[in-house]
């Protein structure tokens, strides 16, 4: 009876150990990510690309997927090479294999969590600028307008992709792109007219896809008073 607490102490132990071993890939794959996650927050909030840091946030972000290839980690490293291809915008042998790391992580990101409008958006954009097929753009286009019909920040964004390849959309996409359009003007109309004074939307196009839903539209901005 006696060693029946050693036994069951050492089980104990054992079984820790375990877990310990099953948890220390995903432990070093969070703190090898975490410069990467903080780099994206102050992106997303102050619009300014770490230019100088994206090569050691690029290594950090695959360091995490070689120990633990989650999503996230996918979708970071997405991320860091669009802006990566932002940042060389001028140089063309830089821009495109960057764009081709950015769509191939993107990928992967979605293909482990397809409800990711973001990351489907970062796709479509990543294919246009690759000269993908149409269709190939409109697909990742449609699934993040389906996976994230009102995310505010992605409204306009999405609905100039769509504009852009208006001819490709089919009678799916082009209700949700119309539909895009309509929510954009309802919750953010003056970031619709900014839009449309930068070149960014096109009244044209708008009032193609969207036919007589367009009327609202034209007649708000031909009587703004």
Partial sequence: ???????LAMLATTAALALLTLAAPRLQAALAYLPVDTALNRYFREGEIPSAQLAALRARAEAAIGHHPHYRYYDGLSQLNYLQALDVADRPWLRRPALNRSLDAGLEAVARAPAKPRAWLRVARA?????????QVV?????SILTGR???????????LGLLYAEALDEEARA???????????????AFRRALDEGRLDLSRIESVLG??????????????
Avoid at 212 to 225: C, F, K, M, Q
């Fill in 212 to 225: 007589r839903r367009s009327d609202t539209i034209v007649r708000a901005l031909e009587n703004p008073g």
């Fill in 150 to 160: 009102v995310e505010p920040t992605l409204l306009l964004p999405r609905l100039e």
């Fill in 176 to 190: 949700l792109v119309s539909d895009q359009a309509l929510l954009a003007w309802r919750t953010q109309e003056r």
């Fill in 1 to 7: 009876m006696k060693a029946r607490p050693l036994i």
């Fill in 127 to 135: 294919r246009a600028a690759l000269g993908e097929e149409p269709t």
């Fill in 139 to 143: 697909d990742a286009l449609t699934l």
